[in-house]
T-cell receptor, first 114, second 111 residues
Framework: DVKVTQSSRYLVKRTGEKVFLECVQDMDHENMFWYRQDPGLGLRLIYFSYDVKMKEKGDIPEGYSVSREKKERFSLILESASTNQTSMYLC?????????????FGEGSRLTVL | RKEVEQDPGPFNVPEGATVAFNCTYSNSASQSFFWYRQDCRKEPKLLMSVYSSGNEDGRFTAQLNRASQYISLLIRDSKLSDSATYLCVVTEKGGSYIPTFGRGTSLIVHP
């Protein structure tokens, strides 16, 4: 079975803290994505990556950065967390590179910023 | 960004009912279409892909109308376990194959 693992299911951080959300997939997928999901707003794309060391901005990249040093790992970084970044964060991966394949999601990381 | 629109619902139906969801998309060059299901506090999972010829999987039927740019999902003989949020997903054709999600339609099936 394809597995996408997000390092933390629940996090509570303080305003201004640096936050790392880790995502690892075990199916050698080229594509990886970070979304946030908020009530009434659906899933919004933050960043995505189609290859190692490659990253592209999604719809709402402000306040976030990403890192993909290895194919299986895609990290989301909040340089200075703010309360409006309280949300559910979902990582996903897919294959093939054309992007027409099924997205596999991790279980999500629910972040609360106080 | 190109839009994918869904009626948020909730659709509240009795067991055994037939229910249909629609989804419209704005980019005529969109290439791939999917329905995902998301249970409460869980991650989305693929329900089915949507093909131009229409496709059926048990009680679920998905249809694509490219001319009118909409996708539909029909659920027959609804079960309590069908209660979930159904997400329409459209992938654009072009240099970046980015999946775009609708905001989801909530379905509640009651006894």
């Amino acid at each position: 079975d394809v597995k996408v693992t997000q390092s933390s299911r629940y996090l509570v951080k303080r305003t201004g803290e640096k936050v790392f959300l880790e995502c690892v997939q075990d199916m050698d997928h080229e594509n990886m994505f970070w979304y946030r999901q908020d009530p009434g707003l659906g899933l919004r794309l933050i960043y995505f990556s189609y290859d190692v060391k490659m990253k592209e901005k999604g719809d709402i990249p402000e306040g976030y950065s990403v890192s993909r040093e290895k194919k299986e790992r895609f990290s989301l970084i909040l340089e200075s967390a703010s309360t409006n970044q309280t949300s559910m964060y979902l990582c996903a991966s897919s294959f093939p590179a054309a992007g027409t394949g099924e997205l596999f999601f991790g279980e999500g990381s629910r972040l609360t910023v106080l | 960004r190109k839009e994918v629109e869904q009626d948020p619902g909730p659709f509240n139906v009795p067991e055994g009912a037939t229910v249909a969801f629609n989804c419209t998309y704005s980019n005529s060059a969109s290439q791939s279409f999917f329905w995902y299901r998301q249970d409460c506090r869980k991650e989305p999972k693929l329900l089915m892909s949507v093909y131009s010829s229409g496709n059926e999987d048990g009680r679920f039927t998905a249809q694509l109308n490219r001319a009118s740019q909409y996708i539909s999902l029909l659920i027959r003989d609804s079960k309590l376990s069908d209660s979930a949020t159904y997400l329409c997903v459209v992938t654009e054709k072009g240099g970046s194959y980015i999946p775009t999600f609708g905001r989801g339609t909530s379905l509640i099936v009651h006894p």
